[in-house]
Nanobody, 128 residues
Framework: QVQLVESGGGLVQAGDSLTLSCGSSRLTFSSYPMGWFRQAPGEEREFVAA????????AFGTSVKGRFTISRNNAKNTVYLQMNSLKPEDTAVYFC?????????????????????WGRGTQVTVSS
């Protein structure tokens, strides 16, 4: 069973920065567009960011645009989410995902249904 593993979550204060990482021992990341989603208690899963296979194209959710960046290191089979200027409303479980539904090098899927491989998530808590 393919498994993605997120790391780097934790408790931080508003205004702090945090970097999440996602890796896999079974999935070759270079073959997939990669994305990050988050889900707060009682809320639907929300798109955060995506990066294309080519690493050239990126997409961000409206609430994180300008504060978060996404990157990938295919040689290390790792994707990162750099989160700056964190706010209490960023508190959520953050999930890494890989989209195996298209071979395109340029797409940045933004819907959860576009992704078919998921991690179990890492908790990010931002205190005010």
């Amino acid at each position: 069973q393919v498994q993605l593993v997120e790391s780097g979550g934790g408790l931080v204060q508003a205004g702090d920065s945090l970097t999440l990482s996602c890796g896999s021992s079974r999935l070759t990341f270079s073959s997939y567009p990669m994305g990050w989603f988050r889900q707060a208690p009682g809320e639907e899963r929300e798109f955060v960011a995506a990066i294309s296979r080519s690493e050239i194209n990126m997409a961000f959710g409206t609430s994180v645009k300008g504060r978060f960046t996404i990157s990938r290191n295919n040689a290390k089979n790792t994707v990162y989410l750099q989160m700056n200027s964190l706010k209490p409303e960023d508190t959520a479980v953050y999930f890494c995902a890989a989209s195996g539904k298209s071979g395109s090098y340029s797409i940045t899927p933004t819907r959860a249904t576009d992704y078919n491989f998921w991690g179990r998530g890492t908790q990010v808590t931002v205190s005010s």
